[in-house]
């Protein structure tokens, strides 16, 4: 936590693989903007008197966070002790234009010891490898890349939707407010969740499991959680 703002030099390091940040809202404010563009061109520049520089920084972005300062917001156990101005800050530590850059939110329950000791109920790791792969060779068979990759223009003729499905999109923009970064995003999103199914083409079902997993709770449903 309390991270300062990171060097071009160090975020290029990361290039082609994962760059993992801990507690992300503890950050300074500067230091989270500085990974919008990486993020969004795949690189970071360097400005120094009269030249510039551009150096490689196309990495996978995972970043972990507490619901908030004190940890316990949402919990059954144990009370939160933050106060409506400590939620404030700490959200307010990322701007909506960062977190329209990141595809995917999951929200990560506290285990209980009987999860914690018991024995691991998950997906074993090589079938789960087997058919992301197998999902990775269909989008570089059918576009040349990962959807990831896809430009805005690309997304329409690559990723073709289902009435249903258009339908759903349309209300998340007006209901959730999604801005045309996040629209596209889901819509990536919603095209690798048909591909791990073997669809051809987004089915409805597809796009709400994309936009469950864009889902952030924001500050208003934490301020309800403390009335």
């Given amino acids: 936590g309390g991270g300062q703002v990171p060097r071009p030099g160090e975020v290029s390091l990361a290039n082609h693989g994962v760059l993992f940040l801990d507690e992300l809202p503890e950050f300074s404010r500067a230091a989270c903007e500085a990974l919008r563009q990486p993020l969004e061109e795949g690189e970071v520049t360097v400005s120094r008197a009269m030249t510039s520089v551009r150096f490689p920084a196309r990495f996978a972005l995972i970043a972990a966070a507490n619901p908030c300062p004190c940890g316990h917001l949402g919990g059954t156990r144990f009370a939160c002790r933050c106060s409506l101005y400590d939620l404030h800050r700490y959200a307010s ?56 990759r896809l430009t805005s223009a690309e997304l329409l003729t690559h990723c073709q939707v289902t009435p249903a499905a258009r339908r759903t999109l349309m209300l998340a923009v007006d209901r959730l407010g999604l801005s045309a970064r996040g629209y596209h995003r889901a819509l990536r999103v919603a095209r690798t969740v048909a591909d791990l199914a073997t669809s051809d083409r987004i089915e409805d079902d597809h796009v709400k499991e994309a936009l469950t997993l864009r889902h952030l709770p924001i500050i208003g449903d934490r301020e309800a959680q403390l009335v």
């Fill in 93 to 148: 530590r990322l701007s909506g234009a960062l977190l329209d850059r990141i595809d995917l939110y999951v929200q990560a329950e506290r285990l209980t010891a009987d999860e914690l000791t018991g024995p691991a109920d998950a997906e074993p790791t090589a079938p789960l490898r087997a058919r992301v792969l197998a999902a990775r060779a269909v989008q570089r068979s059918r576009q040349g890349a990962e959807n990831g």
